[in-house]
């Protein structure tokens, strides 16, 4: 059985986490690192995007924007991480922040992939659906604020924070009277050598 898409993502992450590790943290390596950060989360996120949206029904061609929209989002972090790696972090703080890359921004091009689909087939507004019975701490009050907004079709899924803190929501999508809910992706990286090396 072949890998997933997400699974060579994760993969190639991880590979690019273990070479900056190896080759020690200076400022080329460093610049390198966020370089090939970058791209990686432009090729996969494209590519994961375009599953999604034919996945979802789509009838046409996913837009440049939410094609684009996933990698734009996370890559936006990226420069901060860079100063953090250079001002000093230790091995498992690195993994786990460059990680959370390909964790959200996997989530980001799925639902919004998504989103693009289901208003072809006839969805005007999105809300956040939360279900704090199904997790251990709850929603945030940033989360549970936003789930009672009804959003326009056109208004891109954001996480408001990483690795889904707030687990087991849903998006609720209105069409024509009737309601659609659908998970949002869960958090499945388990951020450990054995998984994630090529």
């Not at 993969?11 to 460093?30: D, T």
Request: proline share 4%; hydrophobic share 40%.
């Amino acid at each position: 059985m072949g890998r997933s898409k997400k699974s060579y993502y994760f993969a190639e992450v991880y590979a690019i986490i273990r070479e900056l590790l190896s080759q020690g943290k200076g400022e080329a390596e460093i610049d390198n690192f966020i370089v090939n950060l970058k791209l990686l989360n432009e090729k996969h996120l494209a590519e994961i995007s375009a599953d999604s949206y034919h996945r979802s029904g789509g009838a046409f061609a996913l837009s440049l924007e939410n094609a684009a929209f996933a990698a734009n989002f996370v890559n936006a972090y990226a420069e901060g991480f860079r100063l953090a790696l250079r001002a000093g972090m230790d091995d498992k703080q690195i993994e786990r922040r460059a990680m959370m890359y390909p964790t959200e921004g996997f989530r980001l091009a799925v639902l919004n992939a998504q989103r693009q689909a289901l208003h072809e087939r006839g969805a005007r507004k999105w809300r956040r659906m939360l279900h704090p019975e199904l997790s251990e701490a709850g929603p945030c009050q940033q989360c549970m604020a936003d789930a009672e907004v009804l959003h326009d079709i056109e208004d891109p899924f954001v996480e408001f924070h990483p690795n889904g803190v707030c687990s087991q929501q849903f998006l609720v999508y209105t069409m024509e009277g009737r309601d659609i809910e659908i998970p949002v992706p869960s958090d499945e990286a388990d951020h450990t050598r054995r998984r994630w090396a090529v």
